[in-house]
């Protein structure tokens, strides 16, 4: 039984897309849940489909859409850094890990869920991971919370081996396939594809039924 997780992702629907069945399950059994998003997404390419959203209006819809999401995985805490999609990588890395730092002291984790660096393919994911990780690092060993993090770039599994956590979340596919839809800008194309039979063809560990049933891992091991 976690005593805090704490999420740490770039954008909003990071989390749900990555892990939200896993953060279902935990707040559904008790465990308090407090997601750190550093941006809007303000970048994202995503309008809505139809389109509903303007590259003007999209930060304001995806922080509507990041509280609604929030509330359906059961997120009680959520914290915005309030930084600018797709320039995580360009921020002074002093200044964000010190702000990770505090959190971390404050929140006292037990576990956190962050993207895994080097194998998450967007550069914001890749930065705030590693960024994270050397938040954690500062942390005396008997303090370090455990690490998941998630990974999902092509040879990660070459170079990472299998995953180290593979969880079922059949249980909470309804929860989280209640975040996807409220992440309404990104996941409307994506819902229409898949209602169309668009992936049918897609091995089944890339599908997006099998998104909805399992949700996997690698713990990170600090040198």
């Avoid at 609604?68 to 797709?86: F, P, S």
């Avoid at 890395?93 to 869920?113: G, K, W």
């Avoid at 895994?116 to 303090?143: F, K």
């Avoid at 081996?161 to 079922?168: A, K």
């Amino acid at each position: 039984m976690e005593q805090h997780v704490l999420v740490v992702f770039p954008h909003p629907d990071d989390e749900t897309f990555g892990c939200g069945g896993t953060i279902a399950r935990f707040a559904k059994s008790g465990v308090p849940v407090t997601y750190i998003c550093a941006t809007l997404g303000q970048m994202g390419r995503n309008m809505g489909k139809p389109f509903f959203a303007t590259r003007e209006s999209l930060p304001n819809i995806r922080e509507a859409e990041l509280a609604e999401a929030c509330e359906a995985l059961g997120i009680q805490h959520l914290i915005k850094l309030g930084l600018r999609d797709k320039t995580i990588e360009f921020e002074d890395p002093e200044i964000l890990i010190t702000r990770i730092e505090r959190i971390l002291r404050e929140v006292r984790p037990s576990l956190v869920l962050t993207h895994y660096p080097g194998y998450a393919v967007h550069p914001d994911h890749n930065a705030l991971g590693d960024l994270t990780i050397r938040a954690i690092s500062r942390l005396s060993v008997q303090d370090r919370p455990i690490v998941h993090a998630h990974a999902f770039a092509r040879d990660c599994q070459d170079v990472l081996g299998p995953p180290d956590i593979v969880n079922d979340i059949s249980a909470m596919s309804e929860v989280k396939l209640a975040a996807i839809r409220a992440h309404r800008s990104q996941s409307q194309l994506l819902l229409a594809r898949s209602a169309d039979g668009h992936f049918k063809d897609q091995p089944a560990k890339n599908s997006f039924s099998h998104m909805l049933k399992q949700e996997s891992f690698w713990t990170y091991h600090f040198s």
